[in-house]
């Protein structure tokens, strides 16, 4: 009886001979061959396709945020200009007094905006809460650009001055956590403190464009007069139309994928309460905020002023030097940022701590002793390069103390309660200094907050190494 004839599977090896051995060749050289090729290629597209969606996200993100402080600081570069308008009186460094006292009550807003956006953020997402944010800025702004002066309506012209800088208050102090959680948590593991640096560049870039306004009506467009009886309301108005601007773009952010991913998890209790689980990390963010706050008020929104009344610059020299030194510091943070990439946070924070403690009262008695633009451009260019070595990175520290779902709030009210004690007072303890004639003291009283922030930076972990968003 025949045999069945049996034909070669995939469990029985194939028969010798060259007929079997073509088939075999054939069917390796469509299969196999390939393979190795089409995974290489799709990596790179989905690395660079990656690499575009984060800077999209950043930009998002940031842009805002770059609005916000725009609008936040016209009050203080413009308050040269409006200070008579709603305060009436003869001697200007008491006009200079009032305005600076309305900036640091807008300051103690701050808190209540860090706690409620914060909440807001880690209940409803970074993106919600930066909405709201920019929107209450917008509505502040244009508050200040339409309201009467004090000859038209009496003390209801600084009433709703103030009333003004409360909103703008609540909404920059629920900007900072938000902004800061979001950049922090969109950011690759090894490139985080590069990419949450473009908080500060927005926020300086905002300072920036505040003062590039402030020169072109200064030198083009507008006399001193015009200036001091109208011309002051025009950034006002711009402020109010570019977060119309911001707003839009917000609209279409994407949520991080940290928040996502945890947005289900139940808290089990308050967020506050959540959060004072965590005292040494919330004394950490006001330790942290407390010498370098001091030192970036002092040579960013403070120096136009004391380039004018202690070292005698004109006004317009004045917003020169600021602006040069200012842009200057700005393109410093994404590299001060890559550095802390490298050698970690800790290390960075130190050596701010160290030189700014050393260097503030050298530069700052130097700056109020020259009358030369040029030397005065390098003494503010040389405090703020110690500065970058706090703003660039202060950010992502703070992001990297907290689990996801008290980040937004665990960041933004220790911050705003240390920029509201430190920052904001800033600039009205130095002139109350300089009414007393003990301006030098001044200089020593930011010393001591530095020195103060060098203590903590000396103890503290890195957080690079113990970052809290890698377990995300």
């Known amino acids: 009886m025949a045999r069945p004839l049996r034909l070669p599977s995939a469990k029985s090896p194939a028969p010798c001979g060259p007929m079997w051995e073509d088939r075999t060749l054939s069917h390796m050289d469509t299969t196999i061959a390939p393979a190795p090729v089409t995974p290489v290629t ?3 597209d989905m690395e660079s ?3 575009k969606g984060k800077i999209l996200m950043v930009f998002k ?7 916000e402080y725009y609008d936040w600081y016209v009050y203080s570069a413009f308050s ?3 200070s008579k308008y709603f305060f009436p009186g003869d001697d200007p460094t008491v006009q200079l007094l009032n305005t600076s006292a309305i900036f640091a009550l807008g300051f103690f807003m701050r808190p209540l905006g860090g706690w409620l956006l914060g909440t807001h953020a880690d209940r409803k997402g970074r993106k919600a809460a930066l909405l709201v944010s920019v929107s209450m800025m917008c509505a502040g702004s244009l508050i200040i650009a339409v309201m009467p002066g004090y000859n038209s309506i009496g003390v209801a012209a600084p009433i709703a001055l103030i009333l003004a800088r409360l909103l703008q208050g609540l909404s920059l102090g629920g900007e900072y956590g938000s902004a800061a959680t979001y950049l922090s948590e969109i950011a690759t593991k090894d490139r985080r403190g590069f990419y949450s640096s473009f908080q500060y560049v927005t926020l300086i870039m905002g300072q920036l464009l505040a003062l590039g306004v402030l020169m072109a009506l200064q030198r083009v467009f507008l006399t001193t007069a015009e200036l001091e009886a109208w011309g002051w309301r025009i950034p006002f108005v711009i402020g109010g139309l570019c977060a119309i601007v911001a707003i839009y773009l917000r609209s279409s952010m ?3 994928e940290s928040f996502e991913h945890h947005k289900g998890d139940r808290v089990g209790e308050s967020r506050i309460r959540a959060l004072m689980r965590h005292p040494r990390e919330v004394l950490t963010v006001i330790g942290l905020t407390m010498g370098g706050t001091v030192a970036f008020y ?3 929104t403070y120096m136009q002023k004391y380039l004018v009344n202690t070292a005698g610059f004109s006004k317009s020299d004045a917003t020169m030097i600021s602006a040069a030194a200012t842009f200057v510091y700005m393109l410093m943070h994404p590299l001060v940022g890559h550095i802390s990439d490298k050698v970690g946070r800790r290390a960075v924070l130190i050596a701010f701590g160290v030189m700014s403690t050393l260097c503030t009262v050298p530069i700052l008695t130097a700056l109020g002793q020259t009358h030369d633009s040029v030397t005065a451009f390098f003494l503010v260019l040389s405090g703020l390069t110690i500065v970058s070595g706090y703003s660039a990175i202060n950010a992502v520290v703070k992001a990297e103390l907290f689990p996801v779902q008290i980040r937004a709030l665990g960041v933004g009210l220790p911050f705003a309660i240390g920029v509201s004690l430190f920052g904001g007072t800033a600039e009205y303890i130095a002139l109350w200094f300089k009414s007393m004639g003990n301006e030098t003291w001044f200089y020593w009283y930011v010393t001591g907050c530095c020195l103060c922030g060098l203590l903590l930076f000396v103890g ?6 113990t970052s809290l968003i890698d377990q995300d």
Not at 61 to 67: A, D, E
Not at 460 to 465: E, L, Q, V
């Open 42 to 44: 799709g990596s790179h």
């Open 254 to 256: 994407e949520e991080t």
């Open 61 to 67: 993100g940031s842009v805002g945020n770059l609005v």
């Open 80 to 82: 040269l200009y409006f």
């Open 298 to 300: 002092t040579f960013t």
């Open 460 to 465: 503290m972990k890195d957080t690079k190494k």
């Open 49 to 51: 396709k990656d690499t």
